[in-house]
């Protein structure tokens, strides 16, 4: 039996948590239908959690976080995939209460995989990643509900993130008028070179107006921070117009009032890519495949070893990491 290296998170008895490359055998890994040689993963704000011991996220130790991945299968019990197929992971609570992505091998429920579109590798898979999958469940909610380039600007909370980095590429290759939102100094450049029109800083956002409704501004939004962020937005919303809330950066109360939901017809649409079924992953992953720039997955991702990833994650808890990580894992 061939060994592989692993990113192994554990917990010591003093209750601190601690993580190292090991090298394990294949009888280690959990039960599954489908062993899958991993070629790339990437560190989502989960994985700060995981790897830092934050939120309760794990619940056994040792653990291999990273909550997406994207390989090649190596042997399967299940007649849906084959040896050489490619696939991509998100969800599913991998990487969290089961064993992910930052390891050589994989293995998983073969219910849990996606075939990798046509046309999409493994590192352009997850060049966007679990943030890619959620801004892509977003933009097509957001349709779903009316919205189109000829609609009006679409505002992007949060917009230096992941989410908010494949969200505002994403529109603006298919059309859209982007908006983006922004706290971070110097961002202003990167931004727009992924397609932002228009940026807006944070401050205009931050405080909830007086006024329950302010003018029609915006024919559509991915909210990534929640809280008084999203209250204030919805009352700038134009009549009809959709909100696709996807973090709760900014906390989990709103602030806000029903008057945007009566008198303009607001909808406000949640969006959680952790259990989404498998028939609307194939979708959205589809729809990456054809609407994703390529040419700006240079600019929002940058590419790490498994050996950088301890002193990176303590790093995304405190915001200070900007676009997508993708972790080469061979």
């Known amino acids: 039996m061939m060994s592989f290296r692993a990113l ?76 050489g197929d490619k696939v991509v992971l998100t969800g599913w609570r991998v990487g969290e209460v089961w064993w992910g992505g930052y390891a050589e091998k994989a293995k998983v429920k073969a219910d849990w995989l996606v075939p990798l579109p046509e046309g999409l590798t493994t590192r352009e898979a997850m060049g966007v990643g679990t943030a890619g999958l959620t801004a892509m469940l977003a933009i097509l909610a957001l349709e779903e509900h009316g919205l189109s380039p000829d609609r009006g600007p679409v505002l992007v909370t949060g917009a230096t993130g992941g989410v908010g980095s494949v969200a505002t590429a994403l529109l603006a290759a298919r059309g859209y008028e982007v908006a983006a939102v922004t706290g971070r100094a110097g961002s202003e450049a990167y931004l727009k070179e992924l397609g932002a029109g228009r940026i807006v800083p944070r401050a205009d956002l931050a405080e909830i107006s007086k ?58 649409l949640g969006i959680d890519s952790v259990m989404q079924p498998v028939a609307r992953r194939e979708a959205a992953w589809r729809r990456i495949a054809t609407d994703l720039p390529r040419d700006k997955l240079s600019t929002m991702t940058r590419v790490v070893r498994l050996e950088d990833i301890a002193e990176l994650g303590p790093a995304i808890l405190k915001g200070e990491v900007r676009g997508r990580v993708v972790v080469a894992v061979r």
């Open 8 to 83: 192994v998170v554990d917990k010591n008895a003093d209750g601190t948590v601690t993580s190292s490359i090991r090298e394990l055998e294949e009888d280690q890994l959990p039960a599954g239908d489908v062993v899958v040689n991993v070629d790339y993963s990437t560190l989502n704000y989960k994985d700060g959690l995981c790897l830092t011991g934050g939120g309760g996220l794990v619940r056994t130790y040792p653990h291999v976080p990273g909550v997406d991945f994207a390989g090649t299968v190596e042997s399967s019990a299940d007649a849906r995939y084959r040896p």
């Open 211 to 268: 006024r329950p409704l302010e003018s029609e501004s915006w024919a559509g939004a991915i909210d990534n921070v929640g809280g008084a962020m999203l209250a204030r937005l919805l009352g700038q919303m134009k009549y009809g117009a959709s909100v696709a809330a996807v973090g709760l950066a900014g906390g989990v109360q709103l602030p806000a009032t029903v008057i945007p939901f009566l008198l303009r017809g607001i909808n406000l």
